[in-house]
Every structure is written in C-alpha cells, then in structure tokens.
C-alpha cells in the first residue's frame, strides 16, 4: 500500500501507544538495519527501514537525527496496529 493511501494515527495516540523504537539487525538482510517500534507491553507495532528514514529526516548530528527518527516514526504509525 502506498504512504499516500495508508492512514496513520495522530501523533498524540502514536507517542501513549509507542514505548520505544529499536534499530535492530533485520534478520532477512544483516547489511540493513531496520527501526522496530513496541508498545507497553513489548509487542512489536510495525518496522521502518533505517536508510530510507534517515534519508526523510536529512542530515543532522546524532541529538538531531534521534529526535527527528523519532518524530518521524510516531507521525508514521499506521492506524492498523490497532488491529494488533
């Protein structure tokens, strides 16, 4: 589905609902790091791909590129993983 038909939740659900965002190994391409995101209960959400976010996000220093993979992410959460 492309971003522009997917639906996301607003940012205010997705950051109660978000408890951390993980880059991680992914485990089909170990040259590719991916951004696990989980809630309270430590269930896993969704994942980002770790290039192609940094690459919305654009260059930064590493306090800089943090907090906007994180705003990033929580503006990106679709509303699907209610279904979870």
């Keep these: 589905m492309a971003e522009s ?3 996301f939740l607003p940012f205010q659900e997705a950051a109660r609902l ?3 965002i993980q880059e ?5 391409d ?6 696990t995101v989980y809630d309270h209960d430590e269930r896993e959400l969704c994942w980002f791909d770790f290039e192609e976010v940094l690459q919305e996000i654009g260059p ?3 306090e800089q590129q943090q907090a906007a993979v994180q705003n990033y992410v929580l503006h990106h959460i679709p509303e699907w993983v209610l279904d979870l």
């Design 5 to 7: 038909e997917m639906k």
């Design 18 to 20: 978000v408890a951390a």
């Design 24 to 28: 991680e190994e992914n485990v089909h």
């Design 30 to 35: 170990q040259d590719r790091r991916i951004l």
């Design 60 to 62: 930064g220093d590493k």
